[in-house]
C-alpha cells in the first residue's frame, strides 16, 4: 500500500516552498573576508596611512622580535614582519563616529569630502574600505546621511570594496531604514542599483535580544534586502549596557561571548561576516607596558581565532603586529592539523576519525582561509597531500566530491 498521489504531490509542493525559502535565506558562507578592520578618526585619513601604520607596526615588531618569536616562531614572525611591510592593511574604515565626535557641519563637511578622496586613492591591497557614520537615530540620522552622501561625493561614486557601518542598532526596523537610504542614495546620485553595502554594528544588548525574546540580529540581516555584509560587535558600549564594571570589560568577558556566540548563529551560511570587537589597550607607553600588550593582543586574536570569528578591529599600528602574527600561527596550526584529514578523506582509507563531508567541507575552507591571507602558499599544502590542490580544496568546500 502507498500513499495517493495527491497526498505525496502535497508533500513534495510544501517541502519545495521550503527549500526555497531556506535558500534564499541561506545562501552559504561567502569568500574573502579581510582579517581585520583597521579603525581611524576620518580627521587623520590620509591615503598614505597603510604604508604609515605598516612600517610603524614592522618597527615595533623588530624592536620586540624576540617576545614576538617566542610566542609563534621565527618562520611565522618573518612572514608576519615581511606582510607588514608589503600590505599591511586588509579592511580600512574611517570613522566619523566615536572616534571623530561633534566637530560641526563645516568641519565635517569638509573631512566626509576628503575622506571620499582618501578611499579612492587606497593601495588595491586595502581589499575593503569604508566609512562608520554616525547613528540612525533621530538626533544623529541627517548628519549620517549627510556625511555618507559627501563621501560618496569626494570619491567620485562607489570606490571599489566600499561599505560604511551603521552603528547604534537596537532595533530590526532600523535595518530596513538603512536598505531605504540606500535606495535613495543610488536614485538620487546616478548609483548602479545595490552597489551600497552595510555593516550593522552590535553594540547593545536590544540589538540581540529584542523585547518579545526573538534575536534582533537575525531579522535584521533578513531585513537588509542583501545588502548588510557584516555584522560588527562594539566591545565597550554592549559591556557598558550590560552593567559590566569597567575593569572587567573585554573580548572574552562572558557576556562578550554571548553576543557573539548569536550574531555568529544568527549570520551563519547568510553571506553576512562576523567580526570581533577591539581592545584598548594599544602597545605603547614603558617596556613593559608595551610587551604586556603585546602578549595580550597575540592571546586575544588567537582566542578569536579559535572561536570562529575570522575578523576584529585594530585601533592602533601597534596591532597590526600581533594581528598578522596570531592570525598567521592559527592557520599554519590548523593546515597542519587539517591535512592530514584531508588526506584520509580523499584517499578513502579506513581511520580512527571517520570524517564526514560536512566536516570535510569545514577542514577544506580553514587551508582556504590560510591560503587567502598568505599563511601559506598551495604548495605547502600539496606538499602534505599531494592530491589537495586549490581546486580540490573548493570542490569539498563546495561538497561537489562524492562522500564514502
Not at 554571548?258 to 553571506?271: C, P
Request: proline share 5%; charged share 20%; glycine share 10%.
Amino acid at each position: 500500500m502507498t500513499l495517493p498521489p495527491d497526498v505525496l504531490a502535497g508533500i513534495e509542493s510544501r517541502l519545495n516552498a521550503v527549500d526555497s525559502e531556506l535558500a534564499r535565506n541561506y545562501p552559504g558562507d561567502r569568500a574573502g573576508q579581510p582579517i581585520h578592520t583597521a579603525y581611524i578618526s576620518a580627521a587623520e585619513a590620509t591615503a598614505d596611512l597603510p604604508h604609515e601604520w605598516g612600517a610603524a607596526a614592522a618597527e615595533l615588531a623588530e624592536l620586540h622580535g624576540d617576545l614576538l618569536t617566542g610566542l609563534a616562531g621565527s618562520e611565522v614572525f618573518d612572514l608576519a614582519l615581511n606582510t607588514l611591510r608589503q600590505r599591511p592593511i586588509q579592511d580600512l574604515r574611517l570613522d566619523f563616529e566615536d572616534g571623530y565626535g561633534t566637530r560641526g557641519d563645516e568641519v565635517e563637511d569638509r573631512d566626509a569630502t576628503h575622506a571620499g578622496e582618501v578611499l579612492a586613492k587606497l593601495p588595491a591591497e586595502v581589499i575593503s574600505r569604508g566609512i562608520r557614520m554616525k547613528g540612525l537615530t533621530t538626533a544623529e540620522w541627517p548628519r549620517a546621511v549627510r556625511t555618507l552622501e559627501r563621501v560618496l561625493e569626494g570619491a567620485g561614486g562607489v570606490p571599489a570594496g566600499f561599505v560604511f557601518t551603521i552603528p547604534k542598532i537596537r532595533a530590526a526596523e532600523q535595518a530596513d531604514i538603512a536598505v531605504l537610504l540606500c535606495e535613495a542614495i543610488e536614485s538620487a546620485h546616478g548609483l548602479a542599483a545595490g552597489s551600497l553595502k552595510f555593516e550593522l554594528q552590535i553594540e547593545s544588548p536590544q540589538a540581540v535580544i529584542a523585547a518579545d525574546g526573538t534575536a534582533t540580529v537575525a531579522q535584521a540581516i533578513h531585513r537588509s534586502a542583501g545588502r548588510c555584509t557584516g555584522l560588527h560587535y562594539g566591545t565597550y558600549d554592549y559591556s557598558a549596557a550590560c552593567g559590566i564594571s569597567p575593569q572587567f570589560q573585554s573580548l572574552e568577558h562572558p557576556v562578550a561571548d554571548h553576543a557573539k556566540a548569536v550574531m555568529q548563529a544568527a549570520a551563519a551560511q547568510t553571506g553576512v561576516w562576523v567580526c570581533d570587537g577591539s581592545t584598548q589597550v594599544l602597545p605603547i607607553g614603558t617596556d613593559v607596558e608595551v610587551r604586556t600588550a603585546l602578549d595580550r593582543h597575540f592571546r586575544l586574536v588567537s582566542r578569536s581565532l579559535e572561536r570562529g570569528y575570522y575578523q576584529g578591529w585594530d585601533m592602533g599600528a601597534g596591532h597590526l603586529a600581533t594581528r598578522w602574527l596570531a592570525t598567521f600561527a592559527f592557520y599554519r596550526g590548523a593546515l597542519g592539523a587539517a591535512a592530514p584529514r584531508i588526506g584520509r578523506y580523499l584517499d578513502r582509507q579506513g581511520s580512527a576519525v571517520v570524517d564526514e563531508p560536512a566536516t570535510a567541507q569545514a577542514l577544506a575552507t580553514v587551508v582556504l582561509r590560510g591560503l587567502a591571507c598568505g599563511a601559506f602558499q598551495p604548495d605547502d599544502v600539496t606538499a602534505l597531500v599531494p592530491q589537495a590542490t586549490v581546486e580540490v580544496l573548493h570542490q569539498l568546500r563546495e561538497r561537489r566530491i562524492p562522500a564514502l
